[in-house]
């Protein structure tokens, strides 16, 4: 059985930091899309950000110049560092893998908590 784990969630004030990454051993993240979800209580699942399998990496407009997606294909482990955090970032992250050549191959993680605040 394929899983994603993630780790890194925490509490931390306002302007902190945090790093989640996501781990998997069943699969090969190299031959996947990957990317992290968060979905707040009663709002719609938001896309944070994302990485091809060529590297190349996509953002929510709310994270640009704050979170900077990246992966370690030796370790098969995708990694989030966030920065200047915000109230509003707090929520449960969630990371997912589409596979390249057939996007009904996916899989996703029981999630990491953010907590943001003072």
């Known amino acids: 059985q394929v899983q994603l784990v993630e780790s890194g969630g925490g509490l931390v004030q306002p302007g902190g930091s945090l790093r989640l990454s996501c781990a998997t051993s069943?699969?090969?993240?190299?031959?996947?899309?990957m990317a992290w979800y968060r979905q707040a209580p009663g709002k719609q699942r938001e896309l944070v950000a994302s990485?091809?399998?060529?590297?190349?990496?996509n953002y929510a407009e709310s994270v640009k110049g704050r979170f900077a997606i990246s992966r370690d294909t030796d370790k098969n482990t995708m990694y989030l560092p966030m920065n200047s955090l915000k109230p509003a970032d707090t929520t449960v992250y969630h990371c997912?893998?589409?596979?390249?050549?057939?996007?009904?191959?996916?899989?996703w993680g029981q999630g990491t908590q953010v907590s943001v605040s003072s």
């Open positions: 997912n893998a589409v596979h390249i050549l057939n996007s009904g191959v996916a899989y």
């Open positions: 069943r699969i090969r993240i190299s031959s996947y899309h």
């Open positions: 990485i091809t399998n060529n590297g190349s990496p």
